[in-house]
Each structure stands twice: as structure tokens, then as C-alpha cells.
């Protein structure tokens, strides 16, 4: 099926990801990526961004469920960025998407510690009321951990305040912190 324009393959993409979410495969979600790529290809994509946006959203989640995390990590950003530009609230979702994919890739791949950071100190900015940018300053203290000394670590940790989201789970790597140290004696 040779379909142009930006709609009509975003469609026959939207399609195709529903069918490979619910049988799971593999397949069908390339066949999906190859029409939302060529509708974001197409030279009417960038008249309506936040129908951009959303196409972007569903490419970024078929590599997402491919295991594709580097790939899926810059589609989100890119999807983010088109949402936000059209005003779209769900663009806040996107960016925490990016970071979940980045985050993904960090374990084996420690170089893009600084791209998941990046993305929640955006989301930071972006949408400073939001719960997620509430939840970023302890991810960006868990990322930093591996790059920096416990000591660095545990000062950043304890700053939490007891009505953050996040400081019981930060008293916990308080404590596994802590144990290392102690082994370590």
C-alpha cells in the first residue's frame, strides 16, 4: 500500500500499532514503524504539530516495545517537543517517556546518564508543578550515584524533604548506601 501524505500513513500506522499491541507481534510493530516514519517523512508532517507529536508518540512506543531504547528515547524528545510546542498537556508524558527509555539503556550503556538527565531537568522546567518533575530530582540523584562517590551521593539524598514523593525510597538508598560503606570497613 503506497499511501501519501501525513494522515493517511499516520492512520495505517495507528492501526498497525493496535494490532501489535494486542497480538504482540513483532512484525506488525515494524510494518508500523515504517508507515509512522513515512508520515512523519511526509512534506505536510510539520503543518499540524500536535498531530505530529502524537504520531511521533506512537513511533517512539513501537521501538519502545521492540527494545529499541536509543531510538525510542529520541522520538519522545521529539514527540515532547511537538506537543509542547501545540500547547498538547500530554507533552509532559512524552518527556517522561524519554527519560523511562533512557533509563532503559543506562545499566549497560552508562553514556547516556547525562541524556536521562538532561530530559528530567527539562521536564523540570517545562512543568515545574507537575508530579513527575516532582519525582525527577530523585532520579537525577539515583543516575548520579553511579557517576559519583558515595559521599556525594548520600549528601544529595538526605536534602530530600519528608513531603517529597520520594523520600522514603531515598531513605532506602540511604541505607543501602550506608551498607556499602559499613562492608566496606
Not at 22 to 38: D, P, T
Not at 41 to 68: E, F, I, N, W
Not at 100 to 109: G, H, I, P, R
Not at 134 to 146: D, T
Request: charged content about 25%; aromatic content about 10%; proline content about 3%.
Amino acid at each position: 500500500s503506497d499511501l501519501t501524505g501525513f494522515y493517511l500513513n499516520w492512520i495505517k500506522g495507528q492501526q498497525l500499532t493496535e494490532e501489535a499491541e494486542k497480538s504482540k507481534s513483532k512484525e506488525l510493530f515494524q510494518q508500523a514503524i515504517v508507515a509512522l516514519k513515512r508520515a512523519i517523512a511526509a512534506d505536510d508532517a510539520k503543518q499540524d504539530l500536535g498531530s505530529l507529536g502524537q504520531c511521533q508518540t506512537h513511533l517512539a512506543t513501537c521501538y519502545y516495545r521492540l527494545g529499541r531504547f536509543e531510538d525510542s528515547a529520541r522520538m519522545f524528545e521529539s514527540a515532547a517537543a511537538a506537543r509542547k510546542a501545540s500547547g498538547d498537556e500530554k507533552a509532559v508524558d512524552a518527556a517522561w517517556a524519554a527519560f523511562v527509555s533512557y533509563q532503559k539503556l543506562v545499566a549497560k550503556q552508562p553514556r547516556f546518564v547525562t541524556a536521562a538527565i538532561d530530559v528530567l531537568q527539562q521536564l523540570q522546567r517545562d512543568y515545574p508543578n507537575h508530579e513527575y518533575a516532582q519525582q525527577a530530582n530523585y532520579h537525577i540523584s539515583k543516575l548520579r550515584r553511579n557517576a559519583s562517590s558515595p559521599a556525594e551521593n548520600l549528601a544529595s539524598l538526605e536534602k530530600l524533604p519528608r513531603d517529597n514523593p520520594n523520600y522514603l525510597p531515598a531513605r532506602y538508598d540511604i541505607c543501602i548506601i550506608r551498607y556499602g560503606q559499613w562492608k566496606k570497613l
